[in-house]
Structures are given as structure tokens and as C-alpha cells.
């Protein structure tokens, strides 16, 4: 069964608007909760990630909130520009070697 | 840091036939992942190596696929008997340090079985 699950499929925004992305999961035992961005034609890199000490984590325009007793954690992408444009996974690891991925959301920024 | 490297990016090959890729991890990196991603999909995890050990496989690796890891540094997925259902992108990344170290991944090689 899926891991992580992951919503909204696809979302559209305006220039400058803000893009939010949720996740959610059920295995308490993860522990590393990061985000990759993939480009057409390219493998996923890292964008941002989260332990669950913390509620937040900021860089630069792009932040995650995470709510350890919901079991959910968010990405949120300020000001989104035409170059956010791409695939967003979130993902989840614990006591494991697997990254468990969520299906992705593609995200158009319309200039 | 020349970044995890793929060969080949691109792969068609008939049905039936054999097919092997080739990643080249960060020099300095010792765990290695190889990943399977489908249209639509996030990777889904094949196998894992640390250094020349292959310690996990998923239960997708059925027994046409093997991994091989020697020395430690360069990997080898191998596809026996490939099949339609094989089409998809294969990616590999590495990671230094512990499990939950953040995952580098390469470009990728998409194969088409016709």
C-alpha cells in the first residue's frame, strides 16, 4: 500500500502566488521527511526535508510545516515563479533503507 | 563532485532480450539505491547497497532482475528476459553517512521494451 500519500495531483498557480503540496502517512516510525523537485528529463533532486522535532523549516521561499499528531506534513512554495514549474515528491525513511515516495504533484506556474 | 552518473540514458531493446545499466555514484559515497519510476509515479525502491554489499531488496526485484556492486564503487542492474511491463525510468542514487542521509539521484535511464 502506499506509504505516503500525497495531494493534490496537479495544481495550477499564478505567478507569485503560493503553491502548497500536503502529504500525510501512517508509519509513526519515519523519521526523515524530505521533498524533491524533478524537471522533465531528470532524476529527483532534493529540495528541502524535515525532522519531526520541528514544526517548520524555512529556506529561502520555500517551507515545510509538519504536524507530528496528524501525521502530516506540507511544502509550501512563496512568491511561485515560472521556473517552480516540475514534479514535487514528498518522501518519508525510518528505521529502513527504503525512501518511501509519494505519487507527486505536478505544479504549473502561469507567468 | 561530479554528481551520480547513468549509462545509458536512453535503452530499446525487443522483448525477451537482456539488458544492463550502469551507475557511477559520488566518489565518496557508500550507500547506493537503485529506484524504479514510471510514468505518473514516485520512485519506487529496488535495492540498496552499502559499499560492495547488497543488504536490501524489494520484492518488485523479481528473480530476471540482479544487482551487482564491486568494489564498492560502480553498480550494475541487470534486466534477464525483459518483458513490456519492464518499460519504465531506472534510477540510481547514492548517499553518504546514515539511512536517513539525503539521496543524490543521476538522470536516470529509460528503458522501452517494444
Known amino acids: 500500500q502506499q506509504q505516503v500519500k500525497q495531494s493534490p495531483q496537479s495544481l495550477i498557480v499564478q505567478k507569485g502566488g503560493i503553491s502548497i503540496i500536503n502529504c500525510a502517512y501512517e508509519n509513526t516510525a519515519f523519521d526523515y521527511f524530505p521533498w524533491y523537485q524533478q524537471f522533465p528529463g531528470k532524476g529527483p533532486a532534493l529540495l528541502i526535508a524535515?525532522?519531526?522535532?520541528?514544526s517548520e523549516k524555512k529556506e529561502g521561499r520555500f517551507t515545510i510545516s509538519f504536524n507530528k499528531s496528524a501525521k502530516q506534513f506540507s511544502l509550501h512554495i512563496m512568491d511561485s515563479q515560472p521556473g517552480d514549474s516540475a514534479t514535487y515528491f514528498c518522501?518519508?525513511?525510518?528505521?529502513?533503507?527504503?525512501?518511501?515516495f509519494g505519487t507527486g504533484t505536478s505544479l504549473t506556474v502561469i507567468p | 563532485d561530479t554528481g551520480v552518473s547513468q549509462d545509458p540514458r536512453h535503452k530499446i531493446t525487443k522483448r525477451g532480450q537482456n539488458v544492463t545499466f550502469r551507475c557511477d555514484p559520488i566518489s565518496e559515497h557508500n550507500r547506493l539505491y537503485w529506484y524504479r519510476q514510471t510514468l505518473g509515479q514516485g520512485p519506487e525502491f529496488l535495492t540498496y547497497f552499502q559499499n560492495e554489499a547488497q543488504l536490501e531488496k524489494s520484492r518488485l526485484l523479481s528473480d530476471r532482475f540482479s544487482a551487482e556492486r564491486p568494489k564498492g564503487s560502480f553498480s550494475t542492474l541487470e534486466i534477464q528476459r525483459t518483458e513490456q511491463g519492464d518499460s519504465a525510468m531506472y534510477l540510481c542514487a547514492s548517499s553518504y553517512g546514515t539511512a536517513n542521509s539525503p539521496l543524490h539521484f543521476g538522470n536516470g535511464t529509460r528503458l522501452t521494451v517494444t
Open positions: 524535515i525532522r519531526p522535532d520541528v
Open positions: 518522501a518519508a525513511i525510518g528505521t529502513g533503507n527504503q525512501f518511501y
